[in-house]
């Protein structure tokens, strides 16, 4: 089944993990995020498919520089295990699947769009990226050692 973006519909996900759509902020992004998927945006995937049971799950790259860093993500999960959870509970349980035992995330950024499938299925729309300087904080590209 696809989702919105052409992305693969989470119900097909205890097979191998097909690649997601790319919700892409300018062209050369979407082509370069299109042309590698890696170790970072894999392990989100599979966590989220986990944890969560998602009637849809998008995962997009959106790493400024070169999607190789997998520093930037955006995750839109849609889950009946949102019923009743208000937004901000939603958003920290996403992020609490990432963080290590400090707090910390283990990648740079993440941009949640957290749904219930009611919610859906009457609005579909996505929360466009606000825009990134491309300057960075002077961080590596994600250490994959670290999410485990």
Known sequence: MLGRFGAVSARLLPRAIPPRAIIPQHRGLAKRAMAFRGPVQEHIEQTLAEALEPDHLEVTNESHRMA?????????????????????????????????????????????????????????????????????????????????
Do not use: Y
Not at 78 to 105: M, Q, W
């Open 68 to 148: 190789e860093d997998e520093s930037h993500f955006h995750v839109l999960v849609v889950s009946d295990k949102f019923e009743g959870t208000p937004l901000i509970k939603r958003h920290r349980a996403v992020s609490a699947l990432f963080t290590d035992e400090n707090g910390a995330l283990k990648f740079h950024s993440l941009r949640i769009t957290a749904k219930t499938s009611k919610q859906w299925s009457t609005n579909s729309t996505v929360p466009v990226a606000p825009k990134c300087s491309g300057k960075g904080d002077g961080r590596a590209p994600t250490d994959t050692s670290k999410l485990a």
